[in-house]
């Protein structure tokens, strides 16, 4: 494991927040978004560091920007989809209280696939989902799962991964087409195990992917990120700093934002690692 420090200039502090952070986007322009969960705050940090409100929502988690500029947010608490325009302002719910007939609890997080129709988990222990929405379908793609979390499409576009936190695992589900996803999954990879022998110490949250395919897993009760090539296998482990590690995105080929904290509510940070 690498462990990175200000002094070794492998990691960067964009900024200390009151609340824990999740969330990170980046847009087109170079600017960084991150939410705060009970914060109830969308943060947006500018090229020159200058960190602002730029949205505000019930409990906002996690966050996607449309090829138009429009961002989703998850809100855990309210529970819905929303969106936001560029500027902040809020538009409508893109999902609210249900979805394909069935309650909704926890969204969580959420992805748009190749054809740009949506996936979204909804968080809750043993009976977690995942749903798809394709234009006015919505449908359960999984449901049974222990907590459902971070989510991740392949570069190709025909792999959906899912963390399933407290299964301490990350899954994969075939896409074909907007609708037609696999409901079956396999295992694409079984995360490494805290010593404490406390599910709560593991817990993979966010996944993202870099630029040559690897799959990315921040690794909550771990502090600490992980890599894996698209065929699965382990091949690194970056401690982050932060004892609460909640997600990451890449803004280019070497370079990983990655947002979290000491604890729930919080403080919080968004960092940035040189990979």
């Known amino acids: 494991m690498r462990q990175l420090s200000e002094q070794n200039n492998g990691i960067y502090e964009l900024a200390k927040l009151d609340f824990y952070t999740e969330g990170p986007a980046v847009d087109m322009y170079g600017n960084v978004y991150a939410t705060t969960l009970s914060g109830g705050e969308i943060v947006k940090i500018d090229l020159q560091g200058r960190v602002s409100t730029w949205g ?7 966050q996607i920007i449309l090829p138009d500029g429009d961002h989703l947010v998850c809100d855990s608490q309210l529970p819905a989809v929303r969106r936001f325009d560029s500027e902040g302002n809020f538009i409508n719910d893109v999902i609210k209280d249900r979805c394909a007939g069935e309650k909704i609890s926890v969204p969580n997080d959420l992805i748009t696939g190749p054809w740009g129709n ?18 006015d379908r919505e449908k359960i793609l999984a449901d049974n799962l222990d907590y459902p979390n971070g989510l991740a ?11 399933e936190s407290y299964q301490n695992r990350i899954l994969t ?24 022998g406390r599910k709560t110490d593991n817990l993979p949250d966010g996944l993202t992917i870099d630029s040559f395919g690897n799959i990315w897993v921040a690794h909550y009760g771990m502090g600490c990120i992980h890599q894996y090539s698209q065929e699965g296998v382990y091949k690194t482990t970056i401690l982050t700093g932060m004892p609460l590690t909640s997600n990451l995105i890449f803004s280019d080929n070497k370079t990983v934002m990655v947002t979290g904290g000491s604890g729930e509510p919080g403080p ?6 040189t990979i």
């Open 56 to 62: 505000r929502s019930g409990c906002p988690n996690g």
């Open 118 to 135: 949506l996936f979204f988990t909804d968080s809750v222990r043993y009976n977690g989902k995942v749903f798809i929405v394709s234009g």
């Open 153 to 163: 499409v392949s570069a190709n576009g025909r792999r959906l991964y899912v963390a």
């Open 173 to 196: 589900f075939d896409i074909s087409d907007p609708w037609n996803v696999n409901g079956s999954f396999s295992v694409f990879a079984e995360l490494p195990k805290h010593p404490s």
């Open 268 to 273: 919080g940070k968004i960092i940035k690692i």
